[in-house]
């Protein structure tokens, strides 16, 4: 059984840096796509950042285009999540998912939730002001 286990979480003031990354523990599997979420307290959950496994092409969501960067080891089977120049209203618990399944290559499939079946536990990510 695969599993995802997140890393890097933790305080950092605004402005600040963090590297977040996310390893997969169990059997061997090559995703279709990895993606980043983020959720905050009374809010719903929503995409950062996703990854096509095989040719590497990444997705963001507007507000973090320049400032994050999604990558991915393809020999460590471990996706990062490199966010620069954080705000404090990017505090959140920010979660790895992983697709198993193939689907169309648009923005709307990788930022839909229902695409990932596999989940981590998340991170918390505190921005301070």
């Known amino acids: 059984q695969v599993q995802l286990v997140e890393s890097g979480g933790g305080l950092v003031q605004a402005g600040g840096s963090l590297r977040l990354s996310c390893a997969t523990s169990g059997r061997t599997f090559s995703p279709a796509a990895m993606g980043w979420f983020r959720q905050a307290p009374g809010k719903e959950r929503e995409f950062v950042a996703a990854i096509r496994w095989s040719s590497a092409n990444t997705y963001y969501l507007e507000s973090v285009k320049g400032r994050f960067s999604i990558s991915r080891d393809g020999a460590k089977n471990t996706v990062y999540l490199q966010m620069n120049s954080l705000k404090a209203e990017e505090t959140a618990v920010y979660y790895c998912?992983?697709?198993?399944?193939?689907?169309?290559?648009?923005?709307?499939?990788?930022?839909?939730?229902?695409?990932?079946?596999?989940w981590g536990q998340g991170t918390q990510v505190t921005v301070s002001s």
């Open positions: 998912a992983a697709a198993r399944v193939f689907f169309y290559s648009n923005y709307g499939n990788y930022a839909n939730p229902s695409r990932y079946e596999l």
